[in-house]
């Protein structure tokens, strides 16, 4: 869907949207190592369960199998999930309350020992109810699990507490990797600083803070894969280093994003060697006004920040310089879920006539007494897009006479400043992996029941309009319960103003196949289908 | 307490050397240029930038802070002399006001860490004792401190405002300042006529500021030159971490950060010129302050 | 002798406290921490995971607890254990330090062999136009923001080789020891090594010819020449070897410098070395590390600053130890 040619991409976003090449097109060949970037710092642990970074998923993710997940052959699609360790996607029984997975037979760990049922409730027993002293970064993903069972070795089942399209999308998620039973009933820790999994690589070394290295696991289940002999991802946090490592071919691609102008230098310098994909990104900047700090209390001055903002000329403009492209409401734009671009348009920020817009604001301002308002904008030391988005933020305010200042913070006094309500506006960000707006959207509840919504206001109304849109399982009914929460959370209410939504561009050398792009760089990371054409 | 090091800047002018012979303010100017045609063309360079920074409104074509997305990331032109940078905004409006930023990074954090590690080493000179001792300390602790540490703690704990990153600047200046200043301080303490005013009971404040201040003063304008190039550059330095001024402020370091990282090769005026702006002007400073001190220490003026 | 070096390391006692009380403080006065920033993004509905984070990384201990663990941990010599990634400190620095040990040096080496010739050269041509390119090209180096001078560096070498080639070169980014495999490792570190050694020869070329030109007005120079001697030999038995004092002054500050400097010039060649650490470490608010090495720069800093002084009371008869 997304995949386009280095060639074409050269044209700064002109070029034409083409199909993706049939998967079947060319015969996968065997052997090769991959050596890749991982664009981060050493993650602070393996255990996915515990951790957030995508750094952990870079590195670890070719070593573990997980239940359920995206397909890796079309892992664009928001609404497909197929089985990894299962062995067919159930339906679900109970008035869409119980779900029963059958077990892949005969699954060997790297250790030679045989996967059950047992290791993957103990796994999944661990993300949705850590025991005491275990952190689960996603527990709140399964607040609808009522409970996990192990009939026997070769079934589990999930019983829920109401019926939900967010279940399965959640069960999917990309960090809920399967650990043995064995080694968690004996340290629960033991993930942490090691790795033993199931997946199409077994590990065989890690440098710190340098590299990671895999090699081929033969005994993998998924026939015929891993195509590759080894991976190595190298792991390099400044950007620079790793455009010119795919220049020369030190490395062969990274899968988290680059910004156009990295996209551009290598399709310049490069040309054929480098294929780029690009995809939109389930991410998003999200400009938060405190609540808490006058004048941000008043609904008139917020509604003026958001309708200062012109999103359709910055949006194509901003795609050329920042990792970011696709104008979007609270949902994701790819998903059936997301307001079409005439329900935008009825929004404060999204109005087609930016100058209608900016006057309305104007009018706004001087009737809540803010003219010329003075504030911080704090923002996170992260250039892509974070710096972009504030800058050109600052600019669009200034054309209607606020003046603002950026403070930039690196990432714990950022953390901090949210957390403590410590800002006037901030530049948050919402990124999430499996697209499942049910959920993702739980950003915009008031702070009492999501805790990290950092606005910090009540308002019963939106809960009540997220409750009945979370609850509701016919489709066209819940789009509608969706554009209703929407509109009182962007334009009702002004609680916060998205900016377009992050765009994913991935180059790669052209002997990388296989792999194809997703919305999120969590998605899609085994590598089990990776070859190269060498 | 400790051995004196022989610092350049120190050595150089011994206090009875600062006396300088009286001639016509134009026979001089006339002089150095003539000995010193590395240091009048550092001189040239940086009264361009002052004039830059200084008369940037009436220089710059366009607005330093206006983005203009039709014109982003434009070749140099007749229209943008120096190009666009990636949010359209004209690269020679950013470099004249950046050199006004510049400047009033680089003399800000230098007069004032110069001048408190002036006031600092000259204090210690003069009480010695445990004064000193617990001075010596303090510079000592300062000086071998890791410049990213307290700049990561100013900027985290004030935000990234032009003044914050001037004092984040200024904290490592001071002990080198004070170093210098302390030692050169320590001989004047010696001369007989410090001696006569103690003897005079003049109070300290006068004492220190009316005969010791005026003799360190030829090694600390020289330390001065070189801490306001040091600042520039450290500006740069902490703009690459992201701890520097930032967006839309123009300054050099700031336009280097990004345009360095991202565009070095698709559109290579962004990250050169602000680049070549640094270099040429702390270049300038540092060769108008060699010529400085050359001229200042008579020792090289008499060979 | 003995006594003027027991005092001085008594003298280092306060300056290390110092510098152990200021990081400790100023990493205590940046908002937020380690656990916020590991979990903050992914802890939805779960505020109780940070807090067991804090606990058991200890960071709800009182300040002095936690102050005076680390000092009995520094001056043990037990670094303890990283808030980042649970693994001991001494084992992450360990494998660390050899990278950018091998750039100080090597960057040392390199700024001698450039900067003693041409700072003599400098310094006898004094005004001629020969010194005053050799002075551009110096001031130039220190003149040139190091971490840009990397990036066009790195730049320019993928640009000549594919021009040459038809293939883009660069050094490889993953560090191998020399003892495994010299070839890499070299054409890993050259680079990195000579934008570090250019400035660094810099300074050290300045250092030379300023120290020269002053020796060269001593007396016992101006009687050397009166005796007639042979220039060549007053510059090189006389003049260079009393000069070299203050520039080996400057060498060994400027190496202590170094380690803490590295910062930049490993983060533009993705070397994982110190400097890197370093900044990760600040960035993740990891106290524990961030403790370690600025313990680490500023103990290497005070013994460089020791042995260089009593080399040059040694060298030099006339300092007096006071």
């Known amino acids: 869907m997304y995949l386009r040619t280095g060639l074409l991409a050269a044209g700064l976003g002109l070029a034409a949207t083409i199909a993706a090449v049939p998967a079947g097109a060319q015969t996968p060949k065997r052997g090769g190592t991959l050596v890749y970037m991982i664009p981060a710092d050493s993650p602070p642990s393996f255990d996915g369960h515990r951790e957030t970074t995508f750094a952990t998923v870079h590195a670890a993710a070719p070593f573990y199998s997980v239940l359920i997940r995206v397909p890796p052959d079309n892992p664009a699609s928001t609404t497909e999930y197929v089985c990894d360790l299962c062995t067919e996607m159930p339906k679900p029984t109970d008035d869409g309350k119980t779900y029963t997975f059958k077990i892949r037979p005969g699954v060997k760990f790297h250790d030679g020992s045989t996967l059950t049922a047992k290791d993957v409730g103990a796994s999944w027993q661990r993300i949705v109810f850590p025991p005491q002293g275990v952190t689960s970064a996603r527990v709140s993903y399964y607040a609808m699990v009522d409970k996990i069972e192990v009939p026997d070795d070769n079934t589990i089942v999930f019983k829920l507490k109401f019926a939900t399209s967010a279940f399965l999308p959640a069960l999917a998620d990309p960090f809920t990797w399967i650990y043995k039973k064995e080694i968690l009933d004996k340290d629960q820790h033991w993930y942490e600083k090691n790795i033993m999994g199931s997946g199409p690589f077994k590990f065989t070394s890690y440098d710190v803070g340098q590299a990671i290295k895999g090699a081929r696991n033969p005994d993998y289940y998924h026939k015929g894969q891993p195509y590759l002999d080894a991976i190595e991802g190298i792991f390099a946090d400044k950007q620079a280093v790793r455009v010119d490592a795919i220049r020369a071919d030190r490395a062969a691609m990274e899968f988290r994003g680059l910004p156009p102008s990295a996209r551009d230098s290598l399709v310049k310098e490069a040309g054929k060697d480098v294929v780029i994909q690009e995809s939109d990104w389930n991410c998003g900047n999200i400009i938060t006004p405190n609540h808490k700090k006058k004048p941000f209390d008043d609904v008139r001055v917020r509604r003026a920040l958001a309708l200062a903002i012109d999103q359709w000329a910055g949006a194509p403009a901003l795609s050329k310089i920042a990792t970011v492209k696709t104008v979007g409401g609270i949902v994701f734009p790819g998903s059936p879920l997301a307001a079409t671009k005439e329900e935008l348009q009825k929004m404060a920020g999204y109005w087609p006539d930016i100058e209608k817009s900016r006057a309305e604001a104007r009018r706004l301002l001087k009737e809540a007494g803010a003219e010329g308002l003075k504030f911080e904008l704090t923002n996170r030391n992260v250039d892509q897009p974070y710096k972009f988005v504030g800058t050109w933020l600052i600019g669009e305010w200034k054309k209607i006479g606020l003046n603002v200042e950026q403070k930039v913070v690196p990432t714990g006094p950022w953390f901090q400043a949210m957390r403590g309500g410590n800002f006037d506006v901030v530049v948050d960000a919402n990124c999430q992996s499996i697209v499942n707006p049910a959920l993702d959207t739980g950003k915009y509840l008031p702070k009492s029941i999501y805790p990290e919504s950092y606005g910090d206001y009540d308002d019963p109304k939106s809960a009540e309009l997220y409750n009945k849109m979370l609850r509701e399982s016919d489709p066209k009914a819940q789009r509608a319960a969706m554009r209703a929460y929407e509109t009182h959370t962007l334009d009702t209410m002004a609680h916060a103003i998205i900016t377009p939504y992050w765009f994913r561009i991935i180059p790669e050398r052209s002997y990388v196949k296989g792999w194809k792009i997703s919305p999120s760089h969590y998605l899609n990371q085994d590598l089990a289908n990776i070859w190269l054409d060498k | ?303 | ?322």
């Open chain 2, 1 to 303: 307490m400790t051995v004196t090091l022989p610092n350049p800047a120190a050595t150089a002018a011994s206090p009875q050397d600062t006396l300088v012979p009286k001639r016509t303010a134009w026979a001089a100017a006339l002089a150095f240029v003539r000995r010193q045609p590395l240091g009048t063309f550092g001189l040239v360079i940086v009264v361009v930038m002052f004039l830059a920074g200084g008369l940037a409104e009436w220089i710059a074509p366009f607005d330093p802070e206006e983005n203009d997305f039709a014109a982003m990331m434009e070749a140099p032109s007749l229209v943008h002399w120096l190009g666009t940078d990636q949010f359209g905004r004209d690269i020679f409006s950013r470099l004249v006001f950046g050199a006004r930023t510049a400047l009033i990074v680089g003399f800000s954090s230098a007069v004032l860490g110069g001048v408190i590690g002036l006031v600092m080493g000259v204090a210690s000179a003069y009480f010695g004792g445990w004064f000193d001792l617990i001075f010596q300390r303090v510079l000592d602790v300062l000086m071998a401190f890791p410049l990213i540490i307290l700049a990561l703690a100013v900027v985290a704990v004030f935000g990234t405002g032009v003044f914050n990153v001037i004092i984040a600047i200024t904290i490592p200046l001071v002990p080198r300042c004070g170093r210098v200043v302390r030692a050169s301080a320590l001989a004047v303490r010696e001369v007989p006529y410090v001696d006569a005013a103690r003897a005079l009971g003049f109070s300290h404040s006068r004492i220190v500021l009316r005969h010791m201040v005026p003799n360190v003063l030829a090694p600390f304008l020289i330390l001065l030159s070189a801490f306001v190039g040091q600042a520039i550059l450290a500006e740069a330095s902490l703009s690459y971490l992201g701890l520097g001024v930032q967006e839309p402020v123009p300054a050099w370091g700031l336009m280097l950060q990004g345009g360095a990282e991202e565009y070095a090769t698709t559109a290579p005026w962004i990250a050169v010129f602000p680049g070549l702006a640094i270099m040429l002007t702390v270049l300038g400073i540092s060769l108008f302050g060699d010529a400085l001190r050359d001229a200042i220490d008579p020792k090289l003026r008499d060979r």
């Open chain 3, 1 to 322: 002798m003995y006594r003027y070096v027991v005092t001085r390391l008594l003298l280092a006692v306060p300056t290390l406290v110092g510098a152990a009380a200021l990081v400790f403080v100023l990493m205590r006065l940046i908002p937020g921490d380690v656990c916020v920033i590991r979990l903050g993004a992914g802890s939805h509905g779960n505020p109780g995971a940070i807090e067991a984070c804090r606990q058991s990384l200890g960071l709800d201990n009182p300040l002095i607890v936690q102050f005076l663990d680390f000092l009995g941990n520094y001056f043990t010599f037990d670094f303890g254990t990283s808030m980042w990634s649970g693994r001991r400190v001494a084992h992450e620095i360990g494998s660390r330090l050899p990278v950018s040990l091998q750039i100080a040096l090597m960057a040392t080496v390199i700024a001698v062999l450039i900067a003693i010739p041409l700072g003599t050269i400098s310094a006898l041509k004094e005004n001629t136009w020969l010194d005053h390119i050799v002075r551009m090209v110096a001031i130039a180096g220190i003149a040139t923001p190091s971490f840009w001078l990397g990036i066009m560096s790195l730049v320019l070498v993928l640009d000549i080789t594919y021009l040459a080639t038809g293939k883009a070169w660069m050094p490889p980014i993953d560090y191998v020891p020399f003892w495994q495999d010299p070839l890499r490792n070299l054409s890993m570190v050259l680079l990195p090594a000579i934008t570090v050694g250019y400035r660094y020869s810099a300074v050290t070329m300045r250092m030379t010819r300023s120290a020269m030109l002053e020796v060269m007005r001593e007396d016992y120079i101006r009687t050397a020449r009166s005796k007639g001697l042979l220039e060549q030999i007053i510059v090189n038995r006389h003049a260079l070897k009393n000069a070299l004092l203050p520039v080996v002054t400057l060498i060994g500050i400027e190496f202590a410098f170094l380690i803490g400097g590295l910062v930049v010039t490993e983060q533009v060649f993705n070397l994982n070395g110190i400097g890197r650490l370093f900044v990760q470490s600040v960035q993740n608010q990891d106290n524990v590390m961030t403790q370690a090495l600025t313990m680490l720069v500023v103990t290497v800093f005070v013994l460089t600053n020791l042995v260089v002084d009593l080399l040059y009371a040694w060298l030099d008869p006339r300092i007096r130890y006071s």
